[in-house]
């Protein structure tokens, strides 16, 4: 495998460590670097993102030590963490800074495709439902009161990024390949509309479709890391992108 970095965005209410077993998965040759979302993990103390472009400025700022050794990197970012991405890898082409080789985006529609939902305006209640049958968080501990204080306002502000999210019109695409997973029994997103992700690059577009739902990706690590592996492999997409 080319050296390289796999540099992870989590899901609504995820952290960096959702990317924890992955570490085991890949060689000494490739780098993960799960980034921190304020307000959780180590920068718990730090207030939650208001809005999609403040997520993002904040998310440069962490990559910058990344970039600077000019060492090509992948982008991967799951449902909430895939929308981050493609946001992160525009800032970066605009502001010609080195974007990803290739962008990764993982259970979450293109984003032309809005989000109708108001799950993040919910009572506490309804709320709670919703995340449970979302999986991702085991049901015992949206019951524990203490850890819904503290989780449920960072899942709250996490939805709130989505569903408030919009796409201006005109943007340029994307110098960058993109590469598209989803669980085939994800719910959660329109398993018709995924390909629709290829209209946002002028690289190479490839999809892949795995067992499971919305976290496929934890269910069925091993063949994610397979695919990744053989895909991260492909010189052809170590190029570095400005």
């Keep these: 495998m080319s050296i390289g970095k796999l540099i992870c965005l989590a899901h609504a209410g995820g952290s960096a460590s959702s990317y924890l077993r992955w570490s085991s998965r890949f060689d000494s040759s490739l780098k993960l670097v799960p980034l921190e979302y304020a307000?959780?993990?180590?920068?718990?103390?730090?207030?939650?993102?208001?809005?999609?472009?403040?997520?993002?400025?904040?998310l440069i700022q962490m990559?910058?030590?990344?970039?600077?050794?000019?060492i090509p990197y992948v982008l991967f970012g799951h449902s909430l963490g895939?929308?981050?991405?493609?946001e992160l890898a525009y800032a970066l082409q605009q502001a010609r800074l080195l974007g990803p080789s290739i962008l990764i985006l993982s259970g979450k529609n293109p984003p032309h495709l809005h989000s109708r939902n108001k799950r993040h305006l919910l009572p506490d209640a309804e709320f709670r439902q919703e995340l449970a049958s979302m999986g991702g968080t085991p049901p015992e501990l949206l019951e524990d009161?203490?850890?819904?204080?503290y989780f449920m306002p960072i899942a709250r502000s996490d939805f709130k990024l989505v569903?408030?999210?919009?796409?201006?019109?005109?943007?340029?695409?994307?110098?960058?390949?993109?590469?598209v997973l989803n669980g085939m029994e994800d719910n959660f997103v329109d398993l018709k509309e995924m390909e629709g992700w290829g209209r946002y690059c002028e690289g190479e577009f490839w999809q892949q479709q795995f067992p499971g739902g919305h976290f496929y990706l934890h269910e069925h690590i091993e063949q994610v890391a397979v695919y990744l592996k053989r895909l991260l492999a492909q010189s052809s997409a170590w190029q570095p992108q400005i």
């Design 63 to 70: 990559l910058r030590p990344q970039l600077a050794d000019r």
């Design 163 to 179: 569903e408030t999210y919009r796409l201006e019109a005109g943007r340029p695409k994307l110098h960058t390949n993109i590469c």
């Design 145 to 149: 009161s203490s850890f819904a204080e």
């Design 82 to 86: 895939a929308l981050v991405a493609y």
């Design 39 to 58: 307000g959780r993990g180590i920068r718990s103390n730090e207030p939650l993102y208001e809005k999609m472009d403040e997520t993002v400025a904040d």
